[in-house]
């Protein structure tokens, strides 16, 4: 089945540690979106990348870093994670075009970080 | 500005009582986009509808179905005859055209479903 999948599902940290969390789409799909999601509140978008241009929000800090090396691919870095940091981080995907709307986004499982 | 209000913040209803999820939103925009998406406990987000500010039409899915009505900016989503797999959080969300792909969600409704 096609599918958006997030590794690893868990990941445990230290303060200041750097962390990447990847994500791995088979839906060939030409967006990817990175959000944070914080208890019992609506997800955060951090950045997205349509094809490969990437698009950062103004209001993402800079510990935070995205790659794409390919349309399957997208990994999120924190360079440096704080204790405001610990989330869930939930990774996107879509498929745009011009004059095709706004379509639907596809979720991965999400990768639950806790900063110790 | 774009707004999405979920006032409802958390509900519960016995297993098998009908139940709708209120959504209000706010745009200047004339075409937009409107979404549900499901997050059951296990925190993955399920998609379940999307609607575009041109098409008014209710939609019925199974025991889902949704009511937008633009003259008073809504979008609600009524389940009937709910069931406890229904229990998880529901978002409404809401895109503008030319919004660089960014949704607007709202704050999410809890729902529970008691046996």
């Known amino acids: 089945d096609a599918m958006v999948i997030q590794n690893p599902r868990y990941q445990v940290t230290q303060f200041g540690k750097p962390v990447t969390l990847s994500c791995s789409q088979t839906?060939?799909?030409?967006?990817m979106y990175w959000y944070q999601q914080k208890s019992s509140q609506a997800p955060k978008l951090l950045f997205h990348?349509?094809?490969?241009?990437?698009?950062n929000e103004a209001d993402t800090p800079d510990n935070f870093q995205s790659r794409r090396p390919n349309t399957s691919f997208c990994f999120l870095d924190i360079r440096s994670p704080g204790l405001g940091d610990a989330a869930m981080y939930l990774c996107?995907?879509?498929?745009?075009?011009?004059?095709?709307?706004?379509?639907?986004?596809?979720f991965g499982p999400g990768t639950r970080l806790t900063v110790l | 500005a774009q707004k999405v209000t979920q006032a409802q913040t958390e509900i519960s209803v016995v297993e098998k009582e009908d139940v709708t999820l209120d959504c209000v939103y706010e745009?200047?925009?004339?075409?937009?986009?409107l979404f549900w998406y499901k997050q059951p406990p296990s925190g993955e987000l399920v998609f379940l509808i999307r609607?575009?500010?041109?098409d008014e039409q209710n939609e019925i899915s199974g025991r889902y179905s949704w009511n937008f009505q633009k003259s008073t900016s809504s979008f609600n989503f009524t389940i009937t005859a709910s069931q406890v797999v229904d229990s998880a959080v529901y978002f409404c969300a809401l895109s503008e055209a030319g919004s660089n792909y960014q949704l607007i969600w709202g704050a999410g409704t809890k729902l529970i479903i008691k046996p």
């Open positions: 839906l060939n799909h030409n967006v």
């Open positions: 996107a995907t879509g498929r745009e075009g011009p004059g095709q709307g706004f379509n639907e986004q596809f």
């Open positions: 990348y349509y094809d490969k241009d990437f698009n």
């Open positions: 745009t200047r925009d004339t075409t937009y986009y």
């Open positions: 609607r575009n500010s041109f």
